[in-house]
């Protein structure tokens, strides 16, 4: 069966196309420093937000128009493989990524759960045969079900833990099947609303406790997927032990996990947590921790998780300028965990918000590359730490002062003279090569 019988195959048709159906700027073989933009993009599609939802929000039914929809059960589940491969493939992505509760429907019990999983697995293994899009991640939701309403491996109540711990088992047993590149951890049940109530040693060291059994389980099925965290700082829960990356970090390092995962990092989330997107994208690669991304933004006068799709070409810049000082995502990429505005119904409006998605990216791709090539954030940042590079700041970085030599210095000091950060001026140049971009497209 054919769900988007009047789409055709996106193609790169250039800045000036007039097609909406088109791609303006993102040519997956054109060569941008030593990758093709398909290589160092890596896009993915999100299964949750393009085929299972409905668009609903707190204050309104869904309203989204999805052909497939006239299924139910294991029927609708399996519609939503057809479709979503069909979207694939004229879409062009190399991968997606799935919640096991996305793609297959809960039973009455957990062996029933697995048996639609299992039907709906075969699914999708026997699609991938003949695709080229393959599984970028895969996860457990172990969030949406009321059981989970204390939380999952962090959960007050034990049996929940076991419950969330054969999830993630079977969670990982697909993965293998499947071939997928990474297992993402999203916890997002894994805080609490009030401290009154909350053993907060007891969660935290029982999340750890999951994800040590999750690392040596992998291992013994032979399943090498990257690990990655998915940070996020409150929404469902008040507080969420994954706050973001530096408080993640601090956590898999104090419970010896840092060797065994990377971040996977959301622009909306990083926005929820007080901090910019890059800043985390910074914090993760100065690291070694920087593993994948989920590519989406917030709305500037919502503060909740909005999940827009990206179209801020600052925003797609800075961060993309991490990514290619990061040498790449390895096996990560750019998942679009975005959906499109409750307004935008259509089944064409996915088509239309990722083409927007992927081409905000790949302008963002050649604008890096060139801020990096021509060395204009590189050369203010060294301009402005050369004080650490000769004389007294050299020993400093080096180690070689103490106290008393740092005070001798100090004394000998008649002035300091500081100079301007120039942020304005920074911010204008980059401001710059967004729009020569624009004028040489």
Known sequence: MTYFSTINKINFEGAKSTNPLAFKFYNPSEKIGDKTMEEYLRFG?????????????????????????????????KARVEA?????????????CFHDADIAPEGSNLRETYKNLDIIVAMLKDYMKDSKTKLLWNTANNFSHPRFVHGAASSNHADVFAYSAAKVKKGLEIGKELGAENYVFWGGREGYETLLNTDMKLEMDNLARLFHLAVDYAKEIGFDAQF??????KEPTSHQYDFDVASGYAFLQNYDLQNHFKFNIEANHATLAGHTFEHELRYARIHGMLGSVDANQGHPLLGWDTDEFPT??????????????????????????????????????????????????????????????????????QDRYKTFTEGIGLDIVQGNTDLKKLEDHALGLSEIKLESGKLERIKAKINQYLLTFYAGE
């Open 228 to 233: 990655l965290i998915e940070p996020k700082p």
């Open 312 to 381: 801020d070409l600052y925003s797609t810049t800075l961060a993309m300028y991490e990514i290619i000082k990061n040498g790449g995502l390895g096996s990560g990429g750019l998942n679009f965990d975005a959906k499109v505005r409750r307004g935008s119904f259509e089944p064409e409006d996915l088509f239309h918000a990722h083409i927007a998605g992927m081409d905000s990216f790949a302008v963002g791709l050649k604008i890096a590359q060139k801020l990096i090539d021509d060395n204009v954030l590189d050369g203010v940042v």
């Open 45 to 77: 599609v999100a299964y949750w937000h393009t085929f299972t939802a409905d668009l609903s929000d707190p204050f309104g039914a869904g309203t989204a128009d999805r052909p497939w929809d006239k299924f139910s059960g294991l029927d609708l589940a």
């Open 84 to 96: 979503a491969f069909e979207f694939f493939e004229k879409l062009g992505v190399p991968y997606y």
